[in-house]
């Protein structure tokens, strides 16, 4: 929320300088981010005459900027100007004032008016401009000072900045001492698991000039979308290749940083295909997704770790018939560039804080290998190489491929695997309507009707290669066990899968 700036003065002599200081505020890239501004000018004409309703402006805003000239100002009831009741109020709220007197001679002011300059200067540092480009850099120099003191004007990465409205009852210590049982377990981390919250917190830089770090809350609040409600995950799921609305399935997932990369990840892994093959081999039936979980985590956990929490973004899973998309309002940092990413580099986390904790509880490492190891675990399964690329955030594109996860465990099998997982329906269909057991290839052709049911014989012959008259067979077969029927003539006609 945007700090707001009372400009003090009615004086005419000011109407110049109120105005183009609000319009330089506003229109700074930096000040408008933090500040918004009410001016005399502001209000209605009918209440501009001094009244309660400055002193209200007054109570309302967050700072008050005086500007003293060389008039008083008519006076109120109190036999005071509106100038000195402002001041006089700002000071009893205990606002912070700064305060700009136009010009260096005091001796041509308003006898009460060099009273009211010489009782500011006690109490605050006054400073003076002669123009009103003078006056701009000055309170620039002003604000800037106050946003560095309220920790609210960064130099550091922003997992480190102060979250001025949490405290230690927002953090969760159950989550804490869960976090310490596994690092000292996959890390060796030092401290024990009755160590205190504190310490924890200290050890880990979490916990800086008695407030807690940004850090802390996204990885151990209780509630952390409280502090930061961007830092949630978005996840859906499309049939097709394109963003279309209806969305079969999303889901809007909150929690920590831990919570958030298991969420995700387990969204995904319920949509996709896994292969589970028989025991003919082996005592331990084999099974395999069709995109290697630990790719998918990677992607998801890179986001969370090295995302730009700033940005109103939220994170976004999106997983296609075709690819899997994880979007994150983030970039790269200037040292790295895509082609970097495909190469040995260093790791260099836009979230430090966030990273150390991430690594402690084994979710990444420490030595940027992360998009190397996508694109090997990618090759090693037959899967094309994940594609990295910056738009208006960092998207990393995993490619999906049909029966990949069959052909992964049918030799294991023995011949013999069907669908479970994303597509569990359909061996349970199955299962039922024909009384036997469907071939590997044969599941993999229902996967596809399912996907697309305009789907033609010569497109399931390239997708699988295999030649059209063996797919023709197999459909037939799944027709013959009423898993599946033709609606409409070959030509402009659909398939059905049955839902029983």
Known sequence: MKQKIFISSVQSEFKAERQALKNYIHGDALLNRFFDVFIFEDLPASERHPNRAYIEKVKNSDIYLGLFGNEYGSRSNKKISPTREEFLAATKLRKPRLVFIKGSKDSERHPKMQALVKEVGKQVIRRRFSSIGELILSVYASLVDYLATKDLLRSGPFDATICEDASLKDLSAEKIHKFVRTARSARGFPLSEDTSIKEVLEHLNLFRKGKLTYAAVLLFGKQPQRFLISSEVKCAHFHGKDVAKPIPFYQVYKGTAFELTDQALNFVLSKIDLAVGTRAKSVQAPVAYEIPPDVIREAIVNAVAHRDY?????????????????????????????????????????????????????????????????IRDCKNVGLPEPKYSLTDGFVTTIYRKPGRALEAVTEQAGGQAEIKGGQKRWSEKVVRKGGQKVTAKQTAVLDLVKRDPSISRKDLSKKLNINESAIQKHLDTLKNKMVIRRVGPDKGGHWEVSKT
């Open 310 to 374: 700033t940005s109103n973004g939220s994170i976004q899973v999106m997983l296609f018939s075709d690819r899997l998309e994880v979007w994150n309002p983030g970039t790269l940092p200037t040292s790295l560039t895509l082609a970097n990413l495909r190469q040995p580099h260093s790791s260099v986390p836009a979230n430090p804080l966030l990273a150390e904790s991430l690594y402690l509880a084994k979710y990444i490492e420490r030595m940027g290998t992360g998009t190397r190891d996508m």
